[in-house]
């Protein structure tokens, strides 16, 4: 089923799926990924937009950890418990993303005096607000949401960094 089919039948934001990537892909919705599963704890990921043996065992032990069929391919279901289980303030926030986190931003925003709707797409509206953020507490107006904007939306110190993923990645002579 196509994904956004998919979302509509289940009722899930399409905010919070993305294109199906497979193994071997190469793409800008690889380079999403991997940033999701760095901000899980597979911290030995690189960012590179390339699906290699690292991001499918990354992709692999997280669909075992969540129940979800482990293929190593990241559909609407991966793609759901990606953007949904992630822990606002583990990555960089930019236009263009989705997720649990984007909304949370959103809802912050709208704590500090902004008129944004909890949409979970960080859209141009999101980026704009983002930058008056910053440029009224004196950050770098970039419209990336960091660990210090994110600080000063909460108005309480950073959280404590995502706990590391250990042992999700087996070679036949040890675990890495």
């Known amino acids: ?3 956004h089919l998919w979302a509509a039948h289940t009722g899930i934001s399409a905010a919070l799926i993305g294109p199906t990537v497979r193994p071997w892909d190469i793409s800008p919705a690889v380079a999403e990924l991997q940033e999701l599963l760095i ?3 597979f911290s030995k990921l690189r960012v590179d937009g390339n699906f290699g043996y690292l991001t499918e ?5 997280l669909q075992r950890q969540h129940g979800l069929r482990i293929d190593g391919c990241v559909g609407p279901r991966t793609w759901t418990v990606l953007k949904t289980a992630i822990q606002p303030g583990s990555r960089l926030l930019r236009r263009g993303h989705t997720g649990a986190d984007v909304a949370e931003l959103q809802g912050l925003l ?4 902004y008129a944004i709707d909890r949409s979970g797409i960080f ?3 999101t980026q704009v607000y983002t930058i008056d953020f910053q440029q009224q507490h004196k950050l770098r107006t ?11 939306l909460r108005g309480r110190p950073l959280a404590e ?3 590391k993923q250990r042992r999700w990645f087996w070679d036949n002579r040890k675990w890495w």
């Open 1 to 3: 089923m196509e994904p």
């Open 39 to 41: 901000a899980h704890g």
């Open 57 to 61: 065992a990354a992709v692999k032990t």
């Open 110 to 113: 709208r704590v500090n005096g």
């Open 123 to 125: 859209c141009p509206q």
């Open 142 to 152: 970039d419209g990336v949401v960091d660990a210090f904007t994110w600080a000063l």
């Open 161 to 163: 960094p995502c706990r």
